[in-house]
Every structure is written in structure tokens, then in C-alpha cells.
């Protein structure tokens, strides 16, 4: 027996170790701040006016926490963004019973504060954040690690862009048209449905972080794949379901997971076409929900697969 707990605490020391392990060593500032929920003093931070494209991690256990197309300028000397990634950074109540603290959902770390209703932004949200608490890696150094694309089709792209931007381990998603003939297509032309194209989005992820298998998953299970030229009210071939591939693997990924649906009793519509050229929608279509601060009227999360 005695022989048996020294062996149940040795390894509760090697799990616990192997947890600490994965933290990063930090300064004495960085102590101060991300363990002792203290404060940098304003304007000091390397990030408050720091604007080059790319995601801005936690500085504890590196959990990818924000992006920075949600970051702006908000004049109050710290890092300012408008959203977090999907379910990384967690609200409590702060110790000083009126603010809302914000800490990395992952380890903990403080991070600052949020603040709503100040009108700096459309989604009228303020998660201000502690430089010291942010590491960023620039896109760059994310391309370099080797980044995959897939390109999606499952009716209006505002809808479509809205939930895959809720995955972790996406670089970005881009509304945009593919699948027709004309070069150069505009909005006021594919929604005709006579140009062939289809309202797309092309998704740009880590396939260390997220498999193609995962995006692809998450795209049949945020729209309905056996409705045929539509999604909900929006009625056109503009409006198709459709997996455009990048590879042979990817081909081979969504055949899979199509017939998966099919055994299940799913009337597939979805079409399956070798990547064309990818045309980018107008800027106002980039984002459009998280710009107008609302939700899809046409699309849902529905868990379709085990």
C-alpha cells in the first residue's frame, strides 16, 4: 500500500509537471500582470498602436485569443479589439464589484477588461487588453507554417463566413465568387444567376491546429447540403451547395463525409468540382455580420456527424 500511494504522487508530480511545462516563463512584469491581475500603465505596451496583420496569442500558454481585423484604435492607451476568438476569452466579475475582468479561458491568465456600449465600434464592445499579456505572430510567420485553403459554396457568403469564423486554427476567410465563366464577376452580376459563379468562401487555416477533415465537417453542419440551387429563402444556382478542392486528399475528405451524410439519410446536393479561380466580393461583403453587429437569417449550426 505504502509502496502503491508513493507511486500514485510521483505521478501526480509528472502530470502536474507536464502541465507547467507547457506554460511560458515570464518577467516580473508579466508576473505582475497576467498573475496578479495587474495593470501596465497606459501607453507603454508594445501592441496599443501595433496594427500589422496577424493573431495576437496569450502570453501564458500561447491559446490563440484574438485577430487583428478585430482590433482598432481606441485612444485609451491600451490594445483595443471588438471580438475575441469563439469561446478563448472568458468573462468574471471583477474583484472591484463594477468592471468585467477578461482571462485566457485556456490557463487563466489575466488579460484586462471588456467594456460594451462605448460606440467605438459597430459591434460596441472594448476588450481592453494588457500588452503584456498578448504575444503576436505575424502573418507571415503563419504562411511559413505551411497554411492550406479551402474554398466552400452553401448560399448567401455572409451567413457561410459568419460560422466558419468560429473555428480555431483559421488565418482567415475571404466572401467571394468561383465556379463560372465570367472574369472579374461583380455582385450585381452573379446575383442574376446567369454567370455560372457561386457565392463562396475561401477559408485560409493551420492544418496543425484544424484539419481539412474538421472545415469541412463545420461547412455541412452550417448549412443545409441537400437543398438544390438555395439555402433557406435565398433561391438561385448563385446559391448552390458545393465543396471546391485543392487536392486529391481534400476530394477524397468530402467524398467521405458526403457519404457519411448519405448513410445517415441525407439527400446530398452538394457538388464536388476541382478549385477555380476565386474572385473576392466587394469589401462590403467582408465580415458583413460582424460588421452590422447581427446573425445569419439562413444559416444554423446543426450537428450532422458523430
Not at 446530398?268 to 453587429?293: G, I, M, N, R, W
Request: net charge negative; hydrophobic share 30%.
Amino acid at each position: 500500500m505504502k509502496y502503491l500511494v508513493m507511486t500514485v504522487l510521483l505521478l501526480i508530480g509528472v502530470i502536474n509537471m507536464s502541465a507547467e511545462e507547457k506554460f511560458r516563463e515570464l518577467n516580473e512584469l508579466e508576473k505582475y500582470v497576467i498573475e496578479e491581475k495587474g495593470t501596465e500603465r497606459p501607453f507603454t505596451g508594445i501592441y496599443t498602436d501595433h496594427f500589422e496583420e496577424g493573431l495576437y496569442r496569450c502570453r501564458k500558454c500561447g491559446t490563440e485569443l484574438f485577430r487583428s481585423k478585430a482590433k482598432f484604435h481606441s485612444g485609451c492607451g491600451w490594445p483595443s479589439f471588438d471580438n475575441a476568438v469563439a469561446g478563448k476569452v472568458k468573462e468574471i466579475p471583477d474583484a472591484d464589484g463594477m468592471r468585467t475582468e477578461i482571462v485566457c479561458a485556456n490557463c487563466g491568465a489575466h488579460l484586462g477588461h471588456v467594456f460594451r456600449g462605448e460606440g467605438f465600434t459597430p459591434k460596441n464592445v472594448r476588450h481592453c487588453v494588457n500588452s503584456v499579456s498578448l504575444e503576436f505572430e505575424p502573418v507571415a510567420v503563419v504562411n511559413n507554417n505551411k497554411t492550406e485553403t479551402a474554398i466552400f459554396a452553401g448560399g448567401c457568403f455572409w451567413g457561410v463566413e459568419f460560422h466558419l469564423n468560429k473555428l480555431e486554427g483559421l488565418i482567415s476567410t475571404t466572401a467571394g465568387y468561383t465556379g463560372g465563366d465570367l472574369a472579374d464577376p461583380q455582385y450585381y452580376n452573379v446575383t442574376t444567376g446567369t454567370t455560372g459563379h457561386a457565392e463562396a468562401v475561401k477559408v485560409v487555416y493551420d492544418p496543425q491546429k484544424v484539419s481539412y477533415e474538421e472545415v469541412a465537417k463545420l461547412f455541412f453542419e452550417i448549412h443545409d447540403p441537400t437543398q438544390k440551387n438555395r439555402q433557406g429563402p435565398d433561391i438561385g444556382h448563385q446559391y448552390r451547395s458545393a465543396v471546391y478542392y485543392n487536392s486529391p486528399e481534400q476530394k477524397k475528405t468530402t467524398e467521405k463525409l458526403i457519404e457519411i451524410l448519405r448513410n445517415k439519410g441525407y439527400d446530398v446536393a452538394t457538388e464536388l468540382e476541382p478549385a477555380a479561380t476565386f474572385y473576392p466580393a466587394e469589401d462590403y461583403h467582408q465580415d458583413y455580420y460582424e460588421k452590422k453587429s447581427s446573425l445569419p437569417y439562413c444559416h444554423s449550426y446543426v450537428k450532422r456527424f458523430d
